[in-house]
């Protein structure tokens, strides 16, 4: 993912051979079609050159869609052995105004950022997959309030993304167990079912303040933070 307004760069590598001529490259917008201006641009690496450093700026990378959008940078060259071209594909994604970190999943999951690092935490999916358990503006209705019931909501989306990552999480550490290390050795005995129920309740909370749609099947994780029992006390989740 790429931060709206930020500049995309992208190394493109000469190890499968040497340009004889221009590197052309284009870049596609959300509809795949080149963007005005980035159509066919050529560019003459220096001799010898292993490698081209291509920059999409910031201007290019604007979002205009509720949540996201594409671009492809394409390119093409002439080596020795034939015509060399490939694509880079990325998602440039709008900023979220609540103030959410991937230090505050972490925090909430309980580990350290080289445990999980923030390319794999998807806090736009959180938020997108949490405000479609409203109505359409509810959670952005508080967006900038700068008050408890802000930071409530942020706490609910970080605990969102914190749930799409824990199925991962308990993944690598099967992983790292079956290869014999004992890096991941205090997630082995973690109570995960005990981590789910905390971020679920975080999520329960909003139902406090704000009034889930009707129809569970939009979000059920929302519904499903009401009615899960939790497995350390017994009792339901938020009750």
Not at 44 to 57: C, H, K, Q, R, T
Not at 84 to 94: A, F, H, I, L
Not at 142 to 167: K, N, P, R
């Amino acid at each position: 993912m790429h931060l709206a307004g930020s500049p995309f760069a992208h190394e493109l590598d000469f190890s499968t051979g040497l340009p004889t001529g221009a590197v052309v490259y284009s870049v596609l917008g959300n509809d795949n079609l080149p963007v005005s201006g980035y159509e066919a641009i050529s560019v003459y690496p220096p001799a010898g050159a292993l490698s081209l450093l291509i920059i999409v700026p910031g201007t290019i990378n604007t979002v205009s869609t509720p949540l996201f959008e594409t671009r492809t940078l394409s390119w093409t060259y002439p080596t020795e052995h034939g015509v060399e071209n490939g694509r880079k594909r990325y998602r440039v994604v709008r900023d979220i105004v609540f103030p959410v970190t991937p230090e505050g999943v972490r925090a909430k999951l309980g580990i350290e950022d080289h445990e999980l690092p923030d390319e794999r935490i998807d806090l736009l999916s959180a938020y997108a997959t949490l405000s479609n358990g409203y109505e359409a503006g509810a959670l952005d209705a508080y967006a900038t309030a700068g008050d408890s019931t802000t930071l409530l909501i942020a706490d609910a989306i970080e605990a969102m993304a914190g749930l799409e990552v824990v199925s991962s999480l308990q993944l690598a550490v099967a992983r790292k167990e079956s290869s014999g290390t004992n890096s991941y050795e205090r997630f082995a005995n973690m109570d995960w079912d005990s981590l789910r129920a905390q971020l679920y309740s975080y999520i329960g909370r909003l139902n406090d303040i704000l009034v889930p749609l009707v129809d569970p099947t939009t979000l059920p994780v929302i519904f499903l933070a009401v009615e899960r029992d939790d497995p350390v006390t017994g009792t339901a989740a938020g009750s």
